[in-house]
C-alpha cells in the first residue's frame, strides 16, 4: 500500500516562506501525478497545485500563483511546494496526494486521489 508523507509545515510570520516536502518511503513518487491540497477549519478541501508525473506540466489554484512554485526532483522521488510571501489566510493543513492514474485535467480535484497523507500543518501568524 502506497503510503504518502508530507513534511516541512511550521509557525511563519506573514511576508514569510516554507518548503513543503512530498514522498512515500518504500516507494518511488517518480512520474506519479502529484496534487497538492490544504483544508482551513471550518472550510473546505481545496485544491492548491499540482504536477504531472513528468514535471512539465503545472497548475495553481488562483489564490497562490505568483506565490506558490511546485516542483519535483524524480532522482529524488520528492515533490516540493515552496510557499512564498504567504498571509494568514494560507493557514490550513497541507495534504500531498498521488495516483498514477490522474489525468491532467483533474489533477486538481481531490476525488481523483487514492493516495493521501496524514497531512502537515501550516500556520502564518505574527
Known amino acids: 500500500q502506497l503510503q504518502v508523507v508530507e513534511s516541512g509545515g511550521g509557525l511563519v510570520q506573514p511576508g514569510g516562506s516554507l518548503r513543503l516536502s512530498c514522498a512515500a518511503p518504500g516507494f518511488t513518487l517518480s512520474y506519479y501525478p502529484i496534487g497538492w491540497f490544504r483544508q482551513a477549519p471550518g472550510k473546505e478541501r481545496e485544491g492548491v497545485s499540482c504536477i504531472s508525473g513528468s514535471g512539465d506540466s503545472t497548475n495553481y489554484a488562483d489564490s497562490v500563483k505568483g506565490r506558490f512554485t511546485i516542483s519535483r526532483d524524480n532522482a529524488k522521488k520528492t515533490v516540493y511546494l515552496q510557499m512564498n510571501s504567504l498571509k494568514p489566510e494560507d493557514t490550513a493543513v497541507y495534504y500531498c496526494?498521488?495516483?498514477?492514474?490522474?489525468?491532467?485535467?483533474?489533477?486538481?480535484?481531490?476525488?481523483?486521489?487514492?493516495?493521501w497523507g496524514q497531512g502537515t500543518q501550516v500556520t502564518v501568524s505574527s
Open positions: 496526494a498521488a495516483d498514477p492514474l490522474v489525468v491532467p485535467t483533474m489533477c486538481m480535484s481531490g476525488g481523483s486521489y487514492r493516495y
